[in-house]
């Protein structure tokens, strides 16, 4: 069969190359064509011959959006794969609400839950939900992070997701926008107070609060479950004699010394709360618990260092250290030290400058540790010292304290920048083969 030799007309450039089989497929509108108009940037046409007949990736900062977007639309999967690659090695917090929003665009479910990932880990939303970034966040992304993303109450969600409605929704679709939002806002978890804030806002339908509040009395169904949650892992690089896998720590070694390992997250802002299980306690003043300003603690005796920035309960004998800090101690109760496990939650609160510690199973506060402001950041905190015991386990993922509204005193009030900062366009030119003619 004859092949054709095509011209490649990029803008003013004219390029005459080689035929490619890409373009010869019968199915192709290119197929017939002597000169092709690729409508990218000169120096993306160029990545994708380079791919086409080198068989080369050369994906950059400049162009790896750009070259996402070709690669879907020529359906060029080894160069789609190796763009996704190296998106997925630069997100940042200036780079994520754009990526996201090409992993939506393109359906790229790997990509989407890089992003995703990223998001929890750093609790970016935190910060994003009271900022005017919030604004410029596309529709899809933020409808996703306020699903899988988002640790706030719900009043204050339902706030900020109706103030981006405000300013990026036509005139007359305001409410059809906020609307897709609302399912994920439980009204019933709510204070009377709270309610009366959103009755006041004029923005929620009565029938989806008289839907919610019926439901839940039926037990028919609530709102949809937000999945928010930063996922917690320890820093395995900082005592690796004591990491055990899975978020556990248990001492190794004999030598006669404190393993002290911060957890890899930081927390600046905003309220969290996640547990510490303390397993097979057999001696005394082994295991401690808290949270430490301090990225890389000593390897050293925590109780002999004059650290204001680290706050660490004590499970064996329910006793809270907290240098230069009001402390409160809340109850008598010890009758959970006699158990060989326990769970002990954290609550921390930058709102109100407490650290505050519970007996999770009882859901019993235990104490409060008050210093305005806390230090920040501060990062999750496990001290263990002798081999005989089981060793500390961390949870998986933090809550949002207003969450648990039975645990007393827990809700008593309640310059140049990278171009992959650019979003890509706004519907993808093509997820199937041009069509002819």
């Known amino acids: 069969s004859i092949r054709r030799r095509h011209t490649i007309c990029i ?40 791919h086409i007949y080198c068989c080369e990736n050369n994906v950059t900062t400049d162009n790896a959006l750009e070259l996402f977007d070709a690669s879907v639309f020529y359906q060029l999967s080894l160069l789609r794969d190796a763009t996704v690659r190296f998106l997925k090695t630069r997100i940042s917090h200036h780079t ?61 969600i339902l706030k900020n997701v109706h103030r ?25 978890k709510m204070s009377g107070e709270e309610l009366s804030i959103v009755e006041g806002m004029g923005i929620v339908p009565v029938d989806v609060l008289y839907s919610a509040f019926k439901n839940k009395v039926l037990g028919v169904g609530e709102a ?20 055990e896998g899975e ?37 005394q003043h082994d295991c401690l618990v808290g949270v ?46 006699d ?19 519970y007996h999770h199973a009882s859901k019993t506060l235990l104490y409060t540790v008050t210093r305005a402001p806390l230090p920040t950041p501060l990062y999750p905190y496990a001290a263990v010292y002798y081999i005989a015991n089981g060793g500390v386990s961390m949870s998986d993922t933090t809550t949002y304290p207003s969450d648990r509204t039975t645990y007393h005193g827990l809700c008593d009030s309640c310059g140049s920048k990278s171009p992959l900062m650019r979003s890509p366009s706004s519907k993808p030119r093509a997820t199937t083969s041009p069509s002819a003619g």
């Open 11 to 50: 803008g003013d450039l004219l390029s005459d190359v080689c035929s490619s089989d890409l373009f010869e497929a019968g199915s192709w509108a290119e197929g017939t064509k002597d000169v092709i108009d690729m409508q990218y940037t000169k120096e993306t046409c160029m990545a994708i011959l380079r």
């Open 96 to 156: 994520i609400f754009a990526v996201l929003h090409a992993a939506l665009l393109y359906n790229d479910r790997s990509l989407t839950d890089h992003c995703v990932a990223f998001a929890r880990q750093t609790n970016i939303m935190s910060d994003v939900l009271y900022s005017d970034e919030l604004c410029k966040i596309p529709y899809d992304v933020l409808l996703l992070l306020v699903e899988e993303a988002v640790i706030d109450s719900d009043l204050n």
């Open 164 to 188: 981006w409605c405000l300013a990026n929704a036509k005139e007359g679709e305001v409410q059809s926008k906020l609307s897709k939002f609302l399912k994920f806002i439980n009204f019933t």
């Open 224 to 243: 949809m479950q937000r999945r928010g949650a930063i996922h917690l892992r320890w820093d395995e690089t900082r005592e690796a004699s004591c990491y």
């Open 247 to 283: 978020n556990y720590l248990r001492k190794r070694s004999y030598d006669d010394g404190w393993d002290v390992v911060v957890a890899l997250n930081k927390f600046s802002k905003g309220k969290h709360y996640w547990v510490f299980t303390i397993h097979e306690l057999k001696q």
């Open 292 to 337: 430490t300003q301090c990225r890389t603690p000593p390897q050293t005796d925590p109780f002999l260092a004059d650290d204001k920035g680290t706050v660490f309960y004590e499970p064996c004998c329910n006793k809270v250290r907290a240098t230069g800090a009001a402390v409160t101690k809340h109850t008598e109760r010890d009758d959970w030290l």
């Open 339 to 357: 158990s060989a496990s326990t769970d002990i939650g954290i609550s921390l609160n930058f709102d109100d400058s407490t650290i505050s510690f």
